[in-house]
């Protein structure tokens, strides 16, 4: 049965990362307020019910939050630790350890699944549609669930949830075989992160992964080598900024690149 109401899609132990000294408190910029607000890892980054689905018995379950919290979070959390304050230190292991972590927190948040969602309905032609909305209502029979308009989604849930570990395991795959290079700021010139802090760009035949690790450290993944001079902390937060879509997060309200915030906060989604 689902025990759990708030699923969080951003990890509790990454945003620790972002507090003040590895501390309790961080500050949230949201978009619609346009204003800063004190907070607690636990309080921000969560959805209802994201990650909850329903069994053969109609029941709510909350199994693929168990599985992240047991096979993602928990072996990862050390590990992200340890890249926020040796990177260079990580073993192979522990690189692709990180590296699924990028990609199941680019994966797991609501909009990406939204649009994963979106994608499979503009794709299917309309006589699947009818076919896929005969199986829900008798799925709905079945497991004595009202029919709404919400049910096809609730339907197709567990299918999104396999959608979102086989992307992940396809980024992580990518990155493990790309050239990483870790930047490095201070605690009073910090990094930012957000709601989707793992920013994918693609320039030509160029394909760059930007990932705030903490207030002080961040690495960008490259199929190519970089140039010395990419380590621009303003840049890297205005990337996060830009690939952000409802709150930004740092340990203070101001950091390089926070002009850009009012840009940010004003930009139709």
Not at 46 to 52: A, E, K, M, Q, V
Not at 99 to 112: H, L
Not at 242 to 251: L, P, S, W, Y
Request: with cysteine; charged share 25%; hydrophobic share 40%.
């Amino acid at each position: 049965m689902a025990r759990s109401r708030r699923h969080h899609y951003i990890a509790e132990f990454y945003l620790r990362n972002f507090t003040e000294h590895l501390g309790r408190n961080l500050f949230v910029y949201e978009r619609k307020t346009q204003k800063w607000d004190k907070r607690t890892p636990k309080g921000v980054g969560w959805f209802p019910h994201l990650y909850s689905m329903f069994n053969d018995y109609g029941e709510k379950t909350d199994d693929f939050e168990k599985f992240l919290s047991h096979h993602i979070e928990t072996p990862i959390a050390p590990i992200m630790k340890k890249a926020a304050i040796m990177p260079d230190a990580l073993t192979k292991e522990e690189r692709e350890s990180v590296a699924m972590f990028i990609g199941i927190t680019a994966a797991r948040t609501p909009s990406m699944m939204k649009g994963t969602l979106d994608q499979y309905f503009s794709e299917l032609p309309v006589e699947s549609i009818v076919e896929l909305d005969d199986i829900v209502q008798l799925w709905c029979d079945i497991t004595g669930k009202i029919y709404t308009e919400n049910s096809q989604k609730e339907f197709l849930k567990p299918s999104v949830f396999g959608a979102v570990l086989i992307w992940a395991a396809s980024l992580r795959d990518r990155l493990v075989k790309w050239n990483w290079t870790f930047i490095r700021t201070t605690i009073n010139y910090p990094f930012v992160t957000s709601d989707s802090p793992a920013l994918s760009q693609k320039m030509g035949n160029v394909r760059l992964v930007t990932f705030p690790i903490s207030s002080e450290i961040a690495v960008i993944i490259s199929n190519v080598g970089l140039r010395k001079n990419i380590d621009n902390v303003a840049s890297m937060n205005r990337g996060t900024l830009e690939n952000a879509k409802e709150f930004v997060i740092c340990h203070k309200k101001c950091f390089p690149g926070d002009d850009f915030l009012p840009n940010w906060a004003k930009r139709l989604t």
